[in-house]
């Protein structure tokens, strides 16, 4: 069974502190690695997505993905409140379709 | 460009009728993958089409079914409908062309109650 694994929270972060998000995933084999945002009552929205060891930054968000020990974190620097979301990590395991987190809820207070 | 449509948004049925929903996938975009969404389960993939096959199918009974057109368009078909099938269904659409490194565009979701 693939499994994909993060905290659920709440993850409360003051605003603008860095908020550092966490997944840890089952396969060794995975190789694709997708953050995505999502509000209450909303869908998905893709935020970045990483496939080689290392970091990558796009604006205020950094992807790290670390193959050896499975696992892939999200920072978010000088969180805003507008960040208070729902953070799905999902993974595509070989030619299977990405499985998902269950999610972990931030909350940026003012 | 736009992005991907679903519709009805919102839908009321009773146990045992069927339901049918229909996304549109991004102009060019030949993959539509759905997933039904639960406080519970959270996001579990049903199944994903390509160029009018089905490629992928996630661990969801055989009441639920689906289809992809001509022109990439899917459907998603639930007969015989129970409580527990009260979820948010999103479809996704993506090129499709490299599974693995597929990414993945949501569209707005089709909310189901049933009752």
């Known amino acids: 069974q693939k499994e994909v694994e993060q905290n659920s929270g709440p993850l409360s972060v003051p605003e603008g502190a860095i908020a550092s998000l966490n997944c840890t995933y089952s396969?060794?084999?995975?190789?694709?690695f997708f953050w995505y945002r999502q509000y209450s009552g909303k869908s998905p929205e893709l935020i970045m997505f990483i496939y080689s060891n290392g970091d990558k930054e796009d604006g205020r968000f950094t992807a790290q993905l670390n193959k050896a020990s499975q696992y892939v974190s999200l920072l978010i620097r000088d969180s805003q409140p507008s960040d208070s979301a729902t953070y799905l990590c999902a993974v595509t395991f070989g030619n299977e379709k990405l499985t998902f987190g269950t999610g972990t809820r931030l909350t940026i207070i003012p | 460009k736009a992005g991907v449509t679903q519709t009805p948004r919102y839908l009321i049925k009773t146990r045992g009728q069927q339901v049918t929903l229909s996304c549109s996938p991004i102009s060019g975009h030949r993959s539509v993958s759905w997933y039904q969404q639960t406080p519970g389960q959270g996001l579990q993939f049903l199944f994903e089409y390509f160029s009018e096959t089905q490629r992928n199918k996630g661990n969801f009974p055989g009441r639920f079914s689906g289809r992809q057109f001509s022109n990439s368009r899917s459907e998603m078909n639930v007969s015989t409908l129970e409580l527990g099938d009260s979820a948010l269904y999103l479809c996704?659409?993506?090129?499709?062309?490299?599974?693995?490194?597929?990414?993945?565009?949501f569209g707005p979701g089709t909310r189901l109650t049933v009752l």
């Open positions: 996704a659409s993506s090129p499709g062309l490299k599974v693995d490194t597929d990414t993945q565009y």
């Open positions: 396969d060794r084999g995975s190789q694709s």
